[in-house]
Nanobody, 124 residues
Framework: QVQLVESGGGLVQAGGSLRLSCVVS????????MGWFRQAPGMERGIVAA????????YYADSVKGRFTISRDNAKNTVYLQINGLRPEDAAVYCC?????????????????WGQGTQVTVSS
């Protein structure tokens, strides 16, 4: 059984930082592309960042470029999302997701496994 468990969310002041973590079990993490997605109340879930299984290819949504950094540690079966310069509009539930490597692009539909999410709240 594949499990993705996120952690690291919380309440942070605008301008602050957080590091989210997602630990994957039950799947060969090192051959999986990983993504971070977020969903705010009343909004559709959207991709924030993604990283290929090698760690070489990355993708960032325009709204987070320069502030968010995705990384992975294959030895720990963990993918991270470093969030700096938090803004009120970054508040959402952040989920990680996994897919088999080799897909082109980063569409949500290409991800097979999802975590439950971790809440990020930003105070202004």
């Amino acid at each position: 059984q594949v499990q993705l468990v996120e952690s690291g969310g919380g309440l942070v002041q605008a301008g602050g930082s957080l590091r989210l973590s997602c630990v994957v079990s039950g799947r060969t993490f090192s051959s999986s592309d990983m993504g971070w997605f977020r969903q705010a109340p009343g909004m559709e879930r959207g991709i924030v960042a993604a990283v290929s299984w090698t760690g070489i290819r990355t993708y960032y949504a325009d709204s987070v470029k320069g502030r968010f950094t995705i990384s992975r540690d294959n030895a720990k079966n963990t993918v991270y999302l470093q969030i700096n310069g938090l803004r009120p509009e970054d508040a959402a539930v952040y989920c990680c997701a996994a897919r088999k490597s080799g897909s082109s692009g980063w569409p949500q539909s290409s991800y097979d496994y999802w975590g439950q999410g971790t809440q990020v709240t930003v105070s202004s």
